[in-house]
């Protein structure tokens, strides 16, 4: 509220004060040349008041029919003691409520005196008090008027603030209810799915592991075969020297025939000889002819039978060759074997901690899925208490628009009747 010492209406005659030993004359003096004044301070010497000297009083001493012959008498004149009142006294620069509370606790006070720190500083009348405080309360009127029309555009700002919030919020707690009803389809959609793979990585799982112990069989099989294969390696090895020793044989048999070949003919080249010779010296020796005709005749065979026992050595030869031949390709034939054996078998053995490795990531898959389906069920149980709580909201913000449009008329009404009191 307005401090008293602001209003413009102070007076400067207020601010005048006597001491108890001036002269009445100079107390009425002073009441003649301020015409408007109603009080008059009495202060010490220290100028700490003692009370007021009301104009009414000095007004009743001059309009008395004995009034110039009281002045006259300088023993009255020269005395100011019994026209002192006591006042109500206040600290200057309070505000007016405080000085008409001050001012209310003396029943006969003429008015008011303020101090500043006990000492004079001016007078107000009961008159002059009223005035400053109907001033003082027509400038709070204005004011509250005006606080009352920014407190109502504040207030409907607000209001509108309000109301456009809880708009929004109601937009979004529609919305949060539909991405939470969205999240729990998803989520029952993914727990289903992963209820699913959780089956299909079981099933994998026990494939896995069935390939694996099909793989463990296979490397056995592989051991085994390789056992064998080198036993065969072994029976072959040792079969190569018994086949050159029978290619060598046939080329020996072929150069002892070349030699039965070659006496053939030399015993046929002799048999011949003899016949001639005998048919020349004894023509009548026909036992000798015939010994010499039956060896021409072996000798024709033994070339016959040898020229055949040639032909079969050829033939044998030739089979060896082959036989030989094969064997060589046999032999290549199984080092390629052994080759691609260690392939199996070093595959095999990959394929095997593969599969062992692939089969323990199916599992963890398989746990992780099951984590995956707890978890979405988790999320579609709190995204169904999200959709709940999106409902509250939703409800929440329709009071809030409500207390908005409350909190506009009352507000409305409230600075009405600060207006109009």
Known sequence: MQHI??????????FLSVLPTD??????????????????AVVDATGI???????IDIRDLLFNPFGHALMSNPGFGSDITGLI????????????????EVFTRYTDSPG??????????????GDRLLELLAQGRIMRAEKIAKFGQEFTKNILALSGQISETANQVNSLSESLGNQAREMTNAAQGVASGAAQSSMGLQDVNERGHKLASALEQLAVAASEAKMVRTRTKCVIDSAEPQMKALADGGVEIGGIIDVIHKVGKQTNFLALNAQIEAVRQDSDNQGFVAVASEIKQLANQT?????????????IGRTVDDVL????????????????SEQIETAVDEQSATSLVIAGFVEQAADATSEISARAEDIGTRA????LSAGELARVSAMLLVSAKGISEQSRTFVQSIEYA
């Open 384 to 387: 169904s208490q999200v959709n």
């Open 49 to 55: 008041p003692i009370g007021v000297i009301r104009e």
């Open 303 to 315: 070339k016959v039978s040898a020229e055949e026992v040639s032909k079969k050595v050829g033939k």
């Open 85 to 100: 009142r006591d006042c109500a006294v206040a600290e200057h620069g309070q505000d007016s409520a405080a000085l008409m």
């Open 325 to 340: 031949v094969g064997h060589r390709e046999i032999v290549d034939a199984m080092e390629q074997i052994s080759t691609i």
């Open 112 to 125: 008011l005196v303020l101090v500043t720190q006990g000492r004079f500083r001016e007078t107000l009348s």
């Open 23 to 40: 002269t009445l004359r100079d107390t009425l003096e002073m009441f003649r040349v301020h015409r408007t004044m109603r009080l008059l």
């Open 5 to 14: 010492s602001r209003f413009e209406k102070s007076d400067e005659c207020s």
